[in-house]
T-cell receptor, first 115, second 111 residues
């Protein structure tokens, strides 16, 4: 089974709709992240969380909100979707400082289209 | 501001060697990462450099010069399956929790 899972994998929605993207992990990592990827712009950080009570804005948080329901679950919400939020969204996790597991581990992505 | 530059596209021949360069100017530095990403798939971790020098891992090697703000990824004995995007990322903050990514280099390997 995959260590980091995302649901849904693909979603088409209309402008103005609320949508939630979900991420679950079995790696036991405390730290979780949401990114979006657009052609020519690379991966950009939306929000990140270092534990259940810790939520931080990333570089492009406007129009998004998150919820860390448990150590293993981190959800991203678009309260009122707009077409320029059409992108590939990735969830990632990382281990605590001082551990040998370096780097972030990515889920398979959610392709979101807003019409 | 944060700036990470890498070429947009590169092509190479199966069996050859290719070097993908990355230069960075960031407010803080706590390591440089390389990720591989096949089209439509998740990025996967390739390498991490925090000290100057070369790190070798099988067919892939990564080099870092902190004083020059420069890194490269070297891929040897290229295979068709190496066709992918290669993402350079700088770790910021304590223990590299925050990563700033370059826009990626799309590598196409031809027979």
């Amino acid at each position: 089974d995959a260590d980091v899972t995302q649901t849904p994998r693909n979603r088409i929605t209309k402008t103005g709709k609320r949508i939630m993207l979900e991420c679950s992990q079995t790696k036991g990592h405390d730290r979780m992240y949401w990114y979006r990827q657009d052609p020519g712009l690379g991966l950009r950080l939306i929000y990140y969380s270092f534990d259940v009570k810790d939520i931080n804005k990333g570089e492009i948080s406007d129009g998004y909100s998150v919820s860390r329901q448990a150590q293993a679950k981190f959800s991203l919400s678009l309260e009122s979707a707009i077409p320029n939020q059409t992108a590939l969204y990735f969830c990632a996790t990382s281990d605590a400082p001082g551990t040998p597991e370096i780097g972030q581990y990515f889920g398979p992505g959610t392709r979101l289209t807003v019409t | 501001g944060q700036n990470i530059d890498q070429p947009t596209e590169m092509t190479a021949t199966e069996g050859a060697i290719v070097q993908i360069n990355c230069t960075y100017q960031t407010s803080g530095f706590n390591g440089l990462f390389w990720y591989q990403q096949h089209a439509g798939e998740a990025p996967t971790f390739l390498s991490y450099n925090v000290l100057d020098g070369l790190e070798e891992k099988g067919r892939f090697s990564s080099f870092l010069s902190r004083s020059k703000g420069y890194s490269y990824l070297l891929l040897k004995e290229l295979q068709m399956k190496d066709s992918a995007s290669y993402l350079c990322a700088v770790g910021l903050g304590y223990n590299t929790d925050k990563l700033i990514f370059g826009t990626g280099t799309r590598l196409q390997v031809f027979p």
